[in-house]
């Protein structure tokens, strides 16, 4: 490759940016400061300049590096200045490009050097240089460039005789011991965009969809691979992109239909290329040494007989290929979302001093991506960089850009997990935040509801000060004779009337500070309205992060397709659909070995061969369909093909002779299919590469149940076969249903249920001694959740399961019921992980905080239902609610008119372990007995409205409370108030003071005696 190819190269990668860097300017030079767009338009600029400059000093253009360096001047400069400075400035920038343009196509004119270099001294430059200067640039331009000593000897490489042989050093993905560890993350994080894209183009050529710009692009992506190679010196990818770059670039000349056997080699070059990419990064094998040797060297022999001119003779007699197509011809599918490395991020310890390497534009022209990442930064764009560091850091980070131009920030996996784990604290502690002002809600609606009480309370005092301060007035008139004025005259207050009006005034300021109050928590609550809102985003933007599109699979899936096509003779093609579904990347990698499984399954069991096809009035290609689709968290891939179907005679035989089931046993399709997803299970009576071991389907179940997914398996005689595999799209973060049992909160994931069924929605009936639901025509079996997890159930009665919730749960291709104390309402949960001191725990999935602070356990009921927790925890007093006598037994009333007693009692008995309900009299503990029976009654004797005795012989006279334990506390002492008690019916009579111990002591008997 000579001086003159690189630098056209360079000349058309600036045409191409020439309209993005119009673009940027406009945005810089008319843009605020503080605008997003002013420092994302400035920092594309400021690169696509840094890697022009580097390409640039590679190639020995030191006049046109020196130009790129003074234009990231002028940016400097630029940014202080107004709007008006700004916008006057914009032409230079306009100009620069176009001069370059032209000095790029005549190295040697010296009218287009002296032009560019008085551009620069010109008024409207932001940093003019002087005189001397520009001199120094037309000197700098007119110079002779001289290439980098890798470069001229790769093109010197190229005037040798081309090899012939492939050799064992040609497939080498061996690095060098001094490899520049920058510029091999590079390769890696741009090499498997680059992969896919070439293979796409190819197929496309295969296809006859291509036009002379797919041609143009599979050549340059080539190029590219090869330099980037190169550079970090991996031989293998780098021999093998160098003779694939040679046929595409001829046929790219010529305008031809390359003959059917080169286009096979060039998938299977594409094939390994990528297949060598994905065992740089660790996600696969790389291709075996004979099947690597075999690919290049078939493709060294095309690209040799395209050289001596042979080729000719070969290729096919039909119409060019590379003419203007029809435009509703499908497009090419590009990954262009490099988020898909993330699942696959490598980092390097030892790393040298090259600055940290950012991806950049997929679609550079030839090599120049990789020579613009080896590049190092000058001095200049790392101020520049500095310079907006402090703009740049609060701009917006969009982490699923998917334009051509995207700045990739790489970061750590254990930075991203530190964030997730503080988006989930940040959740948690908003929803205990939202708690609290609920809280505070309902505590603030009390204090204005007390506040009318207590001006009820005034009113009635009032009345009763005027009434009676009217009499007392009359008293005094008449016992000190007339006054001057009477009461109609001039009103006449008493000292008790002067002080209600203050307690009226006060009571009515004490009003206006709590409907303050009131305000003041409603705007709180806007606020945290608000802040929940942000926290959804960052969550959201957090989540994204650990996103990738499942197209970033299809290189893969393809290549899967074509190898299992030739081992086994058949012809198959896949059609991809939703490849820009985003699921996290753990569960795209954990789902790469089932989607290879099944579409080995389905072309070494399902598809006939070409002759078989033709004899069923079939295409002789078969077609395969991956659909990918998501509804909110729920993931759903479709995978159907037009072959045979399943053999369910074959299946049938096999389960038999397995002992499986029985001779003649009767068991639907849907069930026969499942024995396929057995281990060990194969219809095949002969062993080969693919199948006939027993090993695949099975991997295809245990990965999604792994995934908490579900697989179901659905055939047509002669028409094909259907797998459908559910899973979620995110582990982390899943939507559930938050459930009571046994006054535990649980969560249920939403994906793992049919419906959920209020109390009393369908009928339970009967069949043999096992109860079922009967809902909407169908019927399902039942358990109940505390059976599952390990609690008694105690006697499932019509009554109590009509007062149950039911779960419809999915269970492998079956939905069980599930009986639930109550649904509590649906969220969306951030889970975490128990720790590494808590063994996995069956049928717990994970837990998750509540705003309010509990823990509440994510259940996997399928799991419980295939095998349910051993009853391990013993129906006591303090658990279990199915014993309605010892729950009542766990409740007290406390009567007292004293608040200060009242809450101390309250206090003391809820410490000790029970339930409490207080009243402040007699008639108010009555009005509580109607919803509320308690265990013992702890009661004060003097209080207003009903007093103690009355209230014990209320009690006494009631059927329902006539056993009741009645415990009075009194500081009377006397024997004329015990014979009361006593007669009343009190059971024991405490006289103050008197111990905790004691009373406690008193109230443990009197409930052992109920």
């Given at each position: 490759m000579q001086m003159s190819d690189f630098i056209e190269a360079l000349l058309v990668e600036i045409k191409e940016v020439h309209a993005d860097l119009g673009g940027w300017i406009a945005t810089i030079c008319s843009a605020a400061p503080e605008d997003p767009a002013f420092g994302d338009a400035l920092d594309q600029y400021v690169g696509q300049i840094e890697r022009t400059a580097s390409t640039c000093g590679m190639l020995g253009l030191r006049g046109l590096e020196s130009c790129c360096a003074q234009v990231q001047e002028c940016l400097v400069v630029i940014v202080g200045l107004n709007a008006e400075e700004r916008s006057a400035a914009q032409v230079f920038f306009d100009l620069w490009p176009d001069l370059v343009l032209t000095y790029l196509a005549d190295i040697t004119n010296l009218k287009s050097a002296e032009h560019l270099a008085e551009h620069f001294s010109l008024p409207s430059c932001p940093s003019p240089i002087n005189a001397e200067r520009s001199l120094e640039l037309i000197i700098e331009l007119t110079a002779e460039p001289v290439l980098a000593a890798y470069l001229r000897a790769e093109a010197e490489a190229e005037e040798l005789e081309r090899p012939r042989v492939a050799t064992d050093e040609d497939i080498s993905l061996a690095l060098p011991a001094d490899?520049?560890?920058?510029?091999?993350?590079?390769?890696?994080?741009?090499?498997?965009?680059?992969?896919?894209?070439?293979s796409t183009y190819i197929r496309n050529i295969v296809d006859g969809e291509a036009t002379d710009e797919d041609m143009a692009a599979a050549k340059r992506i080539a190029h590219s691979l090869k330099g980037s190679a190169n550079i970090v010196g991996i031989r293998g990818i780098a021999t093998l992109g160098h003779h694939t770059e040679d046929i595409l670039e001829w046929f790219e000349q010529n305008r031809t239909r390359p003959p059917l056997a080169l286009t096979n080699a060039l998938l299977d070059a594409a094939a390994c290329l990528e297949q060598m990419i994905g065992s740089l990064l660790g996600i696969e094998d790389a291709p075996t040494h004979?099947?690597?040797?075999?690919?290049?060297?078939?493709?060294?022999?095309?690209?040799?007989?395209?050289?001596?001119?042979?080729?000719?003779?070969?290729?096919?007699?039909?119409?060019?290929?590379?003419?203007?197509?029809?435009?509703?011809?499908?497009?090419?599918?590009?990954?262009?979302?490099?988020?898909?490395?993330?699942a696959i991020q490598i980092e390097f310890n030892d790393l040298n001093s090259t600055p940290p390497i950012q991806a950049e534009n997929a679609n550079l022209d030839?090599?120049?991506?990789?020579?613009?990442?080896?590049?190092?930064?000058?001095?200049?764009?790392?101020?520049?960089?500095?310079?907006?560091?402090?703009?740049?850091?609060?701009?917006?980070?969009?982490?699923?850009?998917?334009?051509?131009?995207?700045?990739?920030?790489?970061?750590?996996?254990?930075?991203?997990?530190?964030?997730?784990?503080?988006?989930?604290?940040?959740?948690?502690?908003?929803?205990?935040?939202?708690?609290?002002?609920?809280?505070?809600?309902?505590?603030?609606?009390?204090?204005?509801?007390?506040?009318l009480k207590v001006q009820q309370r005034i009113f009635d005092l009032e009345n009763l000060v005027d009434i009676r301060g009217l009499a007392s007035l009359r008293d005094t008139q008449i016992s000190h004779g007339a006054?001057?004025?009477?009461?109609l005259e001039m009103e006449q207050y008493t000292e008790l009337q002067s002080n209600t009006r203050a307690l009226t005034e006060e009571a009515a300021d004490t009003r206006e500070f709590s409907r303050r109050i009131e305000e003041d928590v409603a705007q709180i609550g806007a606020v945290l309205q608000q802040t929940q809102r942000v926290q959804r985003d960052l969550q959201y933007m957090a989540m994204t992060t650990r996103m990738s599109p499942v197209g970033s699979l299809a290189p893969r899936l393809h290549r899967n397709i074509r190898q299992t096509s030739q081992q086994t003779g058949k012809k198959a093609k896949l059609i991809i659909e939703g490849e820009d579904i985003l699921i996290d990347g753990d569960m795209l990698n954990n789902l790469v070995d089932p989607l290879l499984h099944i579409l080995r399954n389905a072309i070494d069991h399902g598809i006939e061969t070409p002759d078989e096809r033709r004899y069923s009035g079939k295409p002789e290609v078969s077609t395969i369909h991956l659909k990918f689709s998501r509804r909110g968290q729920t993931v759903t891939v479709c995978c159907r093909d037009d072959?045979?179907?399943?053999?369910?005679?074959?299946?049938?035989?096999?389960?038999?002779?397995?002992?499986?089931?029985?001779?003649?046993?009767?068991?639907?399709?849907?069930?026969?299919?499942?024995?396929?997803?057995?281990?060990?299970?194969?219809?095949?009576?002969?062993?080969?590469?693919?199948?006939?071991?027993?090993?695949?389907?099975?991997?295809?179940?245990?990965?999604?149940?792994?995934?908490?997914?579900?697989?179901?398996?659905?055939?047509?005689?002669?028409?094909?076969?259907?797998?459908?595999?559910?899973?979620?799209?995110?582990?982390?973060?899943?939507?559930?249903?938050?459930?009571?049992?046994?006054?535990?909160?649980?969560?249920?994931?939403?994906?793992a249920l049919d419906q959920a069924l209020p109390p009393a929605a369908g009928e339970f009936i009967y069949i043999g001694s096992e109860i079922n639901l009967r809902y909407q025509k169908r019927t399902y079996p039942v358990k109940a959740l505390n059976a599952l997890i390990g609690y008694d159930n105690g006697e499932m009665t019509p009554e109590i399961m009509n007062s149950k919730s039911v779960l419809l749960v999915h269970v492998d291709l079956d939905i069980h019921a599930v009986l639930v104390?109550?649904?509590?309402?649906?969220?969306?949960?951030?889970?975490?992980?128990?720790?590494?001191?808590?063994?996995?725990?069956?049928g717990v999935g994970g837990t998750a905080i509540l705003g309010d602070g509990t823990v509440a356990p994510l259940l996997d009921l399928a799991e419980l239902l295939r095998l349910p927790i051993q009853q391990s925890i013993e129906a006591s007093a303090s658990?279990?609610?199915?014993?309605?006598?010892?729950?009542?037994?766990?409740?007290?009333?406390?009567?007292?008119?004293?608040?200060?007693?009242?809450?101390?009692?309250?206090?003391?008995?809820?410490d000790a372990g029970y339930n409490v309900k207080a009243a402040k009299d007699g008639l108010e503990a009555v009005a509580l007995l109607n919803d509320f029976i308690p265990g013992v009654i702890l009661t004060d004797l003097e209080m207003p409205n009903m007093n103690g005795l009355e209230f014990t012989s209320h009690l006494r006279a009631?059927?329902?409370?006539?056993?009741?334990?009645?415990?009075?506390?009194?500081?009377?002492s006397m024997d004329k108030h015990r014979k009361q008690a006593e007669l009343a019916g009190v059971s024991i009579y405490m006289t103050k003071p008197y111990t905790d111990t004691d009373l406690l002591g008193h109230i443990h008997s009197a409930i052992g005696g109920v």
């Open positions: 490899v520049d560890r920058g510029v091999y993350e590079a390769l890696l994080q741009e090499a498997p965009t680059q992969a896919a894209e070439l004979t099947q690597a040797k075999e690919i290049l060297q078939s493709v060294l022999d095309w690209a040799n007989r395209i050289h001596s001119g042979s080729i000719e003779d070969e290729v096919d007699a039909a119409p060019p290929i590379f003419a203007d197509l029809d435009a509703s011809l499908p497009a090419p599918t590009e990954s262009t979302d490099l988020d898909a490395t993330f030839a090599m120049f991506p990789a020579l613009i990442e080896a590049a190092h930064h000058n001095a200049t764009p790392r101020a520049l960089t500095e310079t907006f560091r402090e703009e740049e850091s609060s701009l917006p980070s969009n982490v699923t850009n998917q334009t051509p131009v995207a700045s990739i920030i790489r970061v750590p996996v254990t930075t991203m997990d530190e964030l997730f784990r503080l988006t989930g604290e940040l959740s948690v502690k908003i929803g205990q935040l939202t708690e609290q002002v609920k809280q505070a809600q309902q505590r603030t609606n009390g204090l204005l509801r007390q506040n006054p001057i004025f009477d009461a072959g045979r179907g399943l053999n369910y005679d074959a299946i049938r035989h096999k389960a038999i002779e397995r002992g499986l089931m029985q001779a003649g046993q009767d068991i639907s399709k849907e069930e026969l299919s499942r024995f396929i997803l057995l281990p060990g299970f194969s219809t095949r009576e002969h062993t080969n590469e693919i199948s006939g071991r027993g090993v695949g389907l099975d991997v295809v179940r245990d990965r999604l149940l792994a995934m908490k997914g579900m697989v179901e398996v659905r055939s047509e005689s002669g028409k094909g076969c259907e797998f459908l595999l559910r899973f979620q799209a995110s582990l982390v973060a899943q939507h559930a249903l938050l459930i009571e049992s046994s006054t535990q909160i649980f969560a249920v994931p939403s994906y104390d109550r649904i509590v309402d649906g969220r969306d949960l951030i889970l975490k992980d128990p720790g590494r001191y808590v063994k996995k725990i069956h658990i279990t609610t199915g014993d309605h006598e010892t729950s009542i037994r766990r409740d007290i009333l406390v009567v007292d008119d004293s608040l200060s007693v009242r809450k101390s009692l309250v206090q003391l008995v809820s009631r059927p329902d409370t006539r056993e009741l334990p009645v415990i009075m506390i009194t500081s009377r």
